[in-house]
Structure formats: C-alpha cells, structure tokens
C-alpha cells in the first residue's frame, strides 16, 4: 500500500468504515511507516479538536443572508474588473493612436 493511499483512506480508516481487508492493510503500512503514522497521528488530532469546538447556533436565514452577501460582493468585484479591462482597452488604443498619428505626421515632413 502506498502512503498517498493511507491518506486518501485516513477518514475512513478513523470511521471504521473500511473493510477489514482495507483497514488491515492500512494497520501493516503504519507499522512500517514512520511518516503515515505521524500523519494518522495529526488528523486524529485535528478530529478531536473539530469535536472539542461549541456548537454554534445558526439563526433562521444565516445561509441565504450569506449567500445573497457573496454574489454581491463578486458583482460588484466584476464590474470593477469591467471597468479596468474598459480603461485599459481605451489606454491600449490611445497610445496606438498616438503611434499613428506620429508615423502618418512623419511621413509627411
Ligand atoms: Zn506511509
């Protein structure tokens, strides 16, 4: 069993939802493997903090008011972005005007 395996399977392996042939061959591995074991040690770490955290109450609404926040912050994100690719589309053909208009007043000297 390779390593990417072990934590590919690591929440399942903490679940015991693996078969006992998975969860077996994941038993050999961290016996051989140093760094899989120090791995499996951090995520149970990081499981029993997440299930020391409180539980926050959510009010009636929260995702809505959350979502309707987000798109619009990306609307108004996006148009300024329509603003800057407008103001550097009109610099972009100001300064080919200007070429132009030095190559064509040149040409005539
Ligand atoms: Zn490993």
């Not at 939802?17 to 961290?30: K, N, Q």
């Not at 148009?79 to 972009?92: C, D, E």
């Amino acid at each position: 069993m390779k390593c990417q395996t072990i934590k590919q399977q690591s929440d399942a392996f903490l679940d015991n939802t693996l078969s006992d042939v998975e969860e077996m061959a994941i038993r050999v591995h961290l016996q051989q493997c140093v760094e899989c074991q120090y791995y499996m040690q951090q995520i149970t770490k990081i499981r029993e903090g997440l299930k020391s955290l409180p539980i926050i109450e959510i009010r009636n609404g929260f995702a809505e008011q959350a979502l309707n926040k987000t798109c619009k912050a990306m609307s108004a994100a996006h148009r300024k972005m329509k603003l800057k690719i407008g103001m550097a589309f009109v610099a972009g053909l100001s300064i080919v005007a200007i070429i132009t208009w030095n190559i064509v007043s040149s040409s005539y000297q």
